[in-house]
């Protein structure tokens, strides 16, 4: 090694001990710094994975929410206000609005469902009121789709939740500030 003593270069003399250790310990930090980076690939390509299912997710919950209120709104004026139905897809349009996060959509999308199914049957035991029920038929053709999407999802949210929950990973998980993720209903097994 050289260093500057304002006189030219000089040359200090190592221990061949001590370089030994200065070489083990710089291939040690490079391991770890690589190891570090491989592990952090490995997590932001998992929270990409994610991403992307909850982004397909969001938009097939967003279709049926449109077809839940097209529903709601052409048997609005058929049905009584005090109708079990009506109040059923009331309460599912108001729960949808004010969804937040995986959870809150898929509680929302849960009333959507039952909401629609009733107006369905009530269409089918009364057709006196003559329902125009088209957007409900469309809801459930759809909802094969959301519910592959939200199996997709939540396959993807559980192996996301379990790589940030891995040591080291742990620690890197809490210094990038990546969370868990909600699951959309209840968690896959």
């Known amino acids: 090694a050289a260093f500057n003593s304002g006189k030219g270069l000089a040359m200090v003399k190592i221990k061949p001990e001590i370089g030994l250790v200065l070489i083990v ?5 490079l391991l770890s710094a ?4 491989n592990a952090r690939g490995k997590l932001r390509g998992v929270e990409a994975a994610v991403d992307r299912q909850g982004a397909l997710l969001d938009t097939a919950f967003a279709g049926q929410r449109v077809r839940g209120e097209a529903l709601r709104k052409a048997v609005a004026a058929k049905l009584d206000a005090a109708d079990s139905v009506h109040a059923a897809l009331e309460a599912a349009s108001v729960a949808s609005a004010a969804a937040t996060g995986m959870a809150g959509r898929a ?18 035991a009364r057709p006196d009121l003559q329902l125009e ?3 409900g038929k469309d809801f459930v053709a759809a ?16 192996t996301y939740n379990n790589q940030i929950r891995k ?16 699951f959309f209903g209840a968690a896959p097994q």
């Open 143 to 158: 909802d094969l789709e959301l519910q592959k999407l939200a199996d997709a999802y939540n396959r993807a949210a559980k």
């Open 107 to 124: 509680a929302a999308y849960t009333r959507w469902r039952d909401a629609v199914t009733a107006c369905l049957a009530t269409a089918e």
């Open 133 to 135: 029920v088209a957007a």
């Open 167 to 182: 040591n080291p990973e742990t620690r890197m998980a809490e210094g990038l500030k990546l969370k868990p993720r909600e």
């Open 34 to 37: 690589v190891s570090f980076w």
């Open 25 to 29: 310990t710089a291939g040690v930090l």
